[in-house]
């Protein structure tokens, strides 16, 4: 199976450190799509971003920034200048475009941020 | 604008015991459903996806089936449950025209098996 990877089980920081979440994905498919989601303590999944295949641009959301780097099968997250609120599990995905285009997603990486 | 309504949001089930989840969709038509499970501190498991009515497909052998009875309709069952089945249960769906879009989850049932 074509897995999403994400080594860094738990993650804890300091309030306003900027900290970087890994994501590296196994794939097959020449076109695909990534994504992350957030997951808060209710467990609802928030999602964040999409990113295509063909699309390198690293991209910047507020404090939020992507860097997708094909070469290497990676989707990275960073998060600049962390807050509290910030504190959730995160989660890598890729979706397969066969198979009912469902969703493979990593193991997820909890991160604490401490006042 | 289209909504996805999960429940219960909480369960607590004796072994042995049937279950029955339900995930309806509002507001879009054929969508793609889909059943994860997120076990205490793990990631999401995929259990079910369907791309239409009565066709479910499994991707992990387990104590639970699906059904969709109806276009946006997806129940996840079990005739008994086991210790095991214990989890969060999210149902998501996604538009089947366009593929590139994210899915869209339920706000999940947490089910204890006791």
Do not use: M
């Amino acid at each position: 199976a074509q897995k999403v990877t994400q080594a860094q089980t738990e993650i804890s920081v300091v309030e306003k450190e900027d900290v970087t979440l890994d994501c590296v994905y196994e794939t097959r498919d020449t076109t695909y799509y990534l994504f992350w989601y957030k997951q808060p303590p209710s467990g609802e999944l928030v999602f964040l971003i999409r990113r295509n295949s063909f699309d390198e641009q690293n991209e910047i959301s507020g404090r939020y920034s992507w860097n997708f780097q094909k070469s290497t099968s990676s989707f990275n997250f960073t998060i600049t200048a962390s807050q509290v609120v910030d504190s959730a599990v995160y989660f890598c995905a890729r979706c397969d475009l066969t198979s009912g285009s469902r969703l493979t997603f990593g193991e997820g990486t909890q991160l604490t941020v401490n006042p | 604008s289209q909504t996805i309504h999960q429940w219960p949001a909480t369960l607590v089930q004796p072994v042995g015991s049937p279950l029955s989840l339900e995930c309806t969709v509002e507001g879009t038509s054929n969508p793609n459903l889909y059943w994860y499970r997120q076990a205490a501190g793990r990631g999401l498991q995929l259990l079910f996806y369907s791309v239409g009515i009565g066709q479910i497909s499994s991707e992990v052998p387990q104590n639970l089936s699906a059904s969709r009875p109806q276009d946006r309709q997806f129940i996840l069952s079990s005739k008994k449950l086991l210790l095991s089945d214990s989890g969060f249960y999210l149902c998501a769906w996604r538009p089947p025209d366009r593929l590139n879009t994210e899915a869209f989850f339920g706000q999940g049932t947490r089910l204890t098996v006791v």
